[in-house]
């Protein structure tokens, strides 16, 4: 059973704001909705956390709606170093939400 | 600076072969985990542990071990490799098991090891 669903793959050009949405019908109450980044031959790196409502660090935004069934990663103004695979996580409810189970994620590709 | 050792980088191992990956931390942090990322099927959770002196099975836990006797170290075994073992493997940790880890800090991950198995 999935836990989140999010788009394979998403193309942008240096300059555009990018929305990555992502679907976790299932989430728990208590649960948070977590974004990581990952370049290549690096480990994933936490870039936003968040519960309901938005939250916006340096990096990027994070918009979730009241359901928090669904969750959208803003990155304004995006540059080539931003090209990356991005992972929205929650909780696993098998370890007791003591740990996190990473998808596939959504390969974001920036062109000049 | 602060993070995760990973070792060794890269090795390409002898199938049968017994092998130990290294992992470090020393951000004191309590929780530690273990992941494995294949072309294809993301990151997937190999064993975790919570705190120092416990673990537990994550999605693919066979032919792996693990061990924490201490809160910095998180050593993964494969005791006899096979050729599916070839992977990126990486180690994490957070402070707090919680959800992901302290809210606003999440997992701290290495650099990884890339292992191949022939």
């Known amino acids: 059973l999935a836990k989140t669903t999010q788009p394979i793959s998403m193309d942008s050009y240096e300059g555009q704001e990018v929305n990555i949405t992502c679907s976790h019908n299932?989430?728990?109450?208590?649960?948070?909705i977590t974004w990581y980044q990952q370049f290549p031959s690096q480990g994933p790196r936490f870039i936003i956390q968040?519960?309901?409502t938005k939250v916006t660090n340096e990096v990027a935004s994070l918009f979730i709606p009241a359901d928090r069934k669904s969750s959208t990663l803003s990155l304004p103004r995006v540059s080539l170093s931003d090209t990356a695979v991005y992972y929205c996580?929650?909780?696993?409810?098998?370890?007791?939400?003591?740990?996190?189970?990473f998808g596939k994620g959504t390969m974001l590709l920036v062109s000049p | 600076i602060a993070g995760i050792t990973q070792a060794p980088t890269s090795q390409i191992l002898a199938a049968g072969r017994r092998m130990t990956l290294r992992c470090t931390q020393d951000m004191r942090h309590n929780a530690m985990y273990w992941y494995r990322q294949d072309l294809g099927l993301g990151l997937r959770l190999i064993h975790y542990?919570?705190?120092?002196?416990?673990?537990g099975k994550g999605e693919v836990p066979d032919g792996y071990s693990v061990s924490r006797a201490n809160t910095d170290d998180f050593p993964l075994t494969l005791a006899s490799a096979v050729p599916s073992q070839t992977s990126v493997y990486f180690c994490?940790?957070?402070?707090?098991?919680?959800?992901?880890?302290?809210f606003g800090f999440g997992y701290t991950f290495g650099s990884g090891t890339r292992l191949t198995v022939v």
């Open positions: 542990s919570n705190t120092a002196g416990t673990t």
């Open positions: 968040g519960y309901k």
């Open positions: 994490a940790s957070s402070d707090s098991p919680g959800t992901g880890g302290t």
């Open positions: 996580l929650v909780g696993d409810e098998s370890s007791g939400y003591s740990t996190l189970t």
């Open positions: 299932n989430i728990a109450t208590n649960d948070y």
